[in-house]
């Protein structure tokens, strides 16, 4: 079971889950990543302001299709990562939002990165806002629930 947490200001929190993120490409860049959890979201991405913290030079990295969402379209780019949540650990293919011109960047400098299906589908997700909770249950943990 990975268990998370809600995030934010008072009355707007959200489910987010703490993960560590590898790029074996760059042996250098390795740390850790606050994730808002969206279903939304086909895959899971990197918010400009994590790449930064993780000191991940965008320039070397292939151009991506664009990522749409609320805010229009941003270009990304994409690396091989590992992802590490507790104990589990998935190779996947990252995309990083690579905002062009200061005025997107500035307009994309406060979102999160965001945990995706690509990662939410190996899961069952239970999210209760009332206690707190956020956990992704494993398919035994959540088969052992017997909620049909």
Same mark, same amino acid.
């Given at each position: ?81 590992? $992802? ?51 956990? $992704? $249950? ?8 017997? $909620?049909?």
């Amino acid at each position: 079971m990975i268990r998370g947490y809600w995030g934010g200001h008072p009355g707007r929190t959200r489910p987010y889950v703490i993960a560590s993120v590898a790029i074996p490409s760059f042996p250098d860049v390795r740390g850790i990543v606050h994730f808002l959890v969206d279903t939304g979201a086909d895959s899971t991405l990197l918010a400009p302001r994590d790449a930064l913290e993780l000191r991940i030079d965008l320039a070397r990295l292939p151009a991506n299709s664009a990522s749409t969402g609320i805010g229009g379209r941003t270009p990304t780019v994409c690396v091989e990562a590992v $992802l590490t949540l507790d104990t589990l650990t998935f190779p996947i293919a990252l995309r990083i939002l690579a905002p062009v011109g200061r005025r997107q960047q500035e307009a994309l400098s406060f979102i999160p990165s965001l945990l995706g299906r690509d990662i939410l589908s190996r899961f069952a997700l239970f999210l209760e806002e009332r206690t707190n909770r956020v956990l $992704l $249950l494993e398919p035994s943990e959540a088969d052992a629930l017997a $909620l049909s």
